[in-house]
């Protein structure tokens, strides 16, 4: 069998990439009609508290307002929903092996081809936000949406970074009925 170097290349450069992207994930309170909310409101008093700089919580609240209002509902005083956020990051270890297969070479237990790899070691930190729904009049949590797998060690990138998660967290808002149909 023929090694083939560009299909092992591509393969690697894909599951990179896979690696490093966001994943989202949500959940909501099935029995809620959210037809129902029209409005929301920012909970400040969360978004202060977040162990963030100013300007990340500027653009998280910027990003959500932008999607909520894509999704036709309208920034109000004091909101159908609440809107709640969460923030965390934690240290991610990297490591980038750069494999080289060498000459044949011998001595020892015979002949075979070298390994001349060289592997670089480096952090990055991953973020992670959780978007808190919460109907305003019952105080009960009805929607929550997470993206994990932020790249904020970037700063030149972090506006995108977070517009890209919001927008994929709001994807799933409002929830859609999953048909139950196998077909």
Same mark, same amino acid.
């Given at each position: 069998?023929?090694?083939?170097?560009?299909?092992?290349?591509?393969?690697?450069?894909?599951?990179?990439?896979?690696?490093?992207?966001?994943?989202?994930?949500?959940?909501?309170?099935? @029995?809620?009609?959210? @037809? %129902?909310?029209?409005?929301?409101?920012?909970? %400040?008093?969360?978004?202060?508290?977040?162990?963030? +700089?100013?300007?990340?919580?500027?653009?998280?609240?910027?990003?959500?307002?932008? %999607?909520?209002?894509?999704?036709?509902? /309208?920034?109000?005083?004091?909101?159908?929903? /609440?809107?709640?956020?969460?923030?965390?990051? #934690? #240290?991610?270890?990297?490591?980038?092996?750069? =494999?080289?297969?060498?000459?044949?070479?011998?001595?020892?237990?015979?002949?075979?081809?070298?390994?001349?790899?060289?592997?670089?070691?480096?952090? /990055?930190?991953?973020?992670?936000?959780?978007?808190?729904?919460?109907?305003?009049?019952?105080?009960?949590?009805?929607?929550?949406?997470?993206?994990?797998?932020?790249?904020?060690? +970037?700063?030149?990138? #972090?506006?995108?970074?977070?517009?890209?998660?919001? %927008?994929?967290?709001?994807?799933?808002? =409002? =929830?859609?009925?999953?048909? #139950? @149909?196998?077909?």
């Amino acid at each position: 069998m023929k090694f083939n170097f560009k299909l092992f290349t591509l393969l690697g450069i894909f599951l990179v990439y896979t690696n490093c992207s966001i994943t989202t994930s949500y959940d909501y309170d099935k @029995s809620v009609d959210f @037809s %129902q909310y029209k409005t929301f409101s920012i909970y %400040q008093n969360g978004i202060d508290s977040l162990k963030l +700089n100013d300007l990340d919580k500027n653009r998280i609240v910027r990003a959500i307002v932008g %999607q909520l209002k894509s999704k036709g509902l /309208t920034e109000a005083e004091r909101g159908d929903l /609440t809107v709640n956020v969460l923030a965390s990051s #934690k #240290k991610v270890v990297n490591i980038d092996n750069d =494999p080289y297969w060498g000459a044949p070479w011998g001595w020892g237990y015979g002949w075979g081809y070298g390994w001349n790899g060289s592997s670089t070691v480096y952090e /990055t930190r991953e973020g992670k936000l959780t978007v808190h729904l919460v109907d305003t009049k019952k105080n009960v949590l009805v929607w929550e949406g997470i993206a994990d797998g932020l790249n904020v060690s +970037n700063v030149a990138n #972090k506006e995108e970074e977070i517009g890209k998660a919001m %927008q994929k967290i709001f994807t799933y808002y =409002p =929830p859609k009925e999953k048909n #139950k @149909s196998y077909y």
